[in-house]
T-cell receptor, first 111, second 117 residues
Framework: GNSVTQMEGPVTLSEEAFLTINCTYTATGYPSLFWYVQYPGEGLQLLLKATKADDKGSNKGFEATYRKETTSFHLEKGSVQVSDSAVYFCALFPRGNKLVFGAGTILRVKS | GAGVSQTPSNKVTEKGKYVELRCDPISGHTALYWYRQSLGQGPEFLIYFQGTGAADDSGLPNDRFFAVRPEGSVSTLKIQRTERGDSAVYLC???????????????FGPGTRLTVL
């Protein structure tokens, strides 16, 4: 079946630290991969996506590379800000019609 | 333009009551999805509409849950005989629905927080 595993949080970092949030997946076929972000009090927003192996999605300084050989889509940012504090969800979209989400990782950035 | 909207934003009801949750997708989006998010979890798929028809309702937990989209735009999720375990945030998303489904980006609404007492 299709599933997503994310690193457990919360992840607590100081401002300007390097961020990695690990995401691995199990899927049949060749899914698209997404990172969504949920800021406090707001709805889910698409952060970035990659639709095929070796694609790199990027947005707002965040990056993730679709690694088929390791079935991973780790989220990285070189220098986090307090405003990046949120819950981050990794998701896959197999050839079907339902996004499959991980459990989410809480990120807290301290000034 | 306007994003996906959902009403009400909060709904408190008593066990056994009937509730309706409404979703207004982005104009022109033919695909509409319902998800349920329990506390501390990622969203879980409930049902998917392409146009007016439910193309995949495999995520609906039981026959107390039903959804409609009669004119291919607004959708209503209906829950009968609510139970305390139904308490969650119900999310609606829409996408263009054209081309390859697995590359379509889904845009989410702010959700309806349902509390069953």
């Amino acid at each position: 079946g299709n599933s997503v595993t994310q690193m457990e949080g919360p992840v607590t970092l100081s401002e300007e630290a390097f961020l990695t949030i690990n995401c691995t997946y199990t899927a049949t076929g060749y899914p698209s991969l997404f990172w969504y972000v949920q800021y406090p009090g707001e709805g889910l927003q698409l952060l970035l996506k990659a639709t095929k192996a070796d694609d790199k999605g990027s947005n707002k300084g965040f990056e993730a590379t679709y690694r088929k050989e390791t079935t991973s889509f780790h989220l990285e940012k070189g220098s986090v800000q307090v405003s990046d504090s949120a819950v981050y969800f990794c998701a896959l979209f197999p050839r079907g019609n339902k996004l499959v989400f991980g459990a989410g990782t809480i990120l807290r950035v301290k000034s | 333009g306007a994003g996906v909207s959902q009403t009400p934003s909060n709904k408190v009801t008593e066990k056994g009551k009937y509730v309706e949750l409404r979703c207004d997708p982005i104009s022109g989006h033919t695909a509409l999805y319902w998800y349920r998010q329990s506390l501390g979890q990622g969203p879980e798929f409930l049902i998917y509409f392409q146009g007016t028809g439910a193309a995949d309702d495999s995520g609906l937990p039981n026959d107390r849950f039903f959804a409609v989209r009669p004119e291919g735009s607004v959708s209503t999720l209906k829950i009968q005989r609510t139970e305390r375990g139904d308490s969650a945030v119900y999310l609606c998303a829409s996408s263009l629905g054209a081309g390859l489904a697995h590359t379509d980006t889904q845009y989410f609404g702010p959700g309806t927080r349902l509390t069953v007492l």
